[in-house]
């Protein structure tokens, strides 16, 4: 089973960029996966944010579509969430995760990450 | 695509048997996943493909539907069930949740 370690600032200031990474153990990032973003502020609902297959295709979320970018690193095996120009409204628990896939059941988030909590705050 | 959950709250006693609705905004055939996150958790997946349960996921819990209507019952509650329940359309991307539902005890 794959594991899923996000990592990154705790606190960012209003404009600034939100930068994290997602390492992957137990499995490669190469594998035939799509890595996905998954955000909660707190007290409410969960948001996807965007994806990213390992040849470096992605889809985001229209709604964050021009602030986010998703990336891949194969030599550290991770995953990287940019976000910018953030405000409060961007404040969140950050999760990765991994859908695994079958032609039956479509995409379906098994893998998680534990979260990381991002403050948008001077 | 829009995923409309309901209730939104629900307050049930050990042993009642719940049900929680999504709906989607358009047909989204079979493409619904179900999921329990507990304070402080990350999401764990239930059910796949609407009626599909998780290895190791209790057979308390079941889901139905197909389309835009669809159900996720938990025949008889136990303590660990009261979370908060969400559901997920995988048909196309995004691939939005539904509000959620908080499961509390009576």
């Known amino acids: 089973q794959v594991q899923l370690q996000e990592s990154g600032p705790g606190l960012v200031k209003p404009s600034g960029t939100l930068s994290l990474t997602c390492a992957v153990s137990?499995?490669?990032?190469?594998?035939?996966?799509?890595w996905t973003w998954v955000r909660q502020p707190p007290g409410k609902g969960l948001e996807w944010i965007g994806e990213i297959y390992h040849s470096g295709s992605t889809n985001y979320n229209p709604s964050l579509k021009s602030r986010v970018t998703i990336s891949v690193d194969k030599s550290k095996n991770q995953v990287s969430l940019k976000l910018t120009s953030v405000t409060a409204a961007d404040t969140a628990v950050y999760y990765c995760?991994?859908?695994?896939?079958?032609?039956?059941?479509?995409?379906?988030?098994?893998?998680w990450g534990q979260g990381t909590l991002v403050t948008v705050s001077s | 695509i829009q995923m409309t959950q309901s209730p939104s709250s629900l307050s049930a006693s050990v042993g009642d048997r719940v049900t929680i609705t999504c709906r989607a905004s358009q047909s989204i055939s079979n493409y619904l996943n179900w999921y329990q996150q507990k304070p402080g958790k990350a999401p764990k997946l239930l059910i796949s493909a609407a009626s599909s349960l998780q290895s190791g996921v209790p057979s308390r819990f079941s889901g139905s539907g197909s389309g835009t209507d669809f159900t996720l019952t938990i025949s008889s509650l136990q303590p660990e069930d009261f979370a908060t329940y969400y559901c997920q359309q995988s048909h196309s991307t995004p691939y939005t949740f539904g509000q959620g539902t908080k499961l509390e005890i009576k």
């Open positions: 995760t991994r859908p695994s896939y079958s032609s039956s059941m479509g995409y379906y988030f098994d893998s």
């Open positions: 137990g499995g490669s990032i190469s594998s035939s996966n799509w």
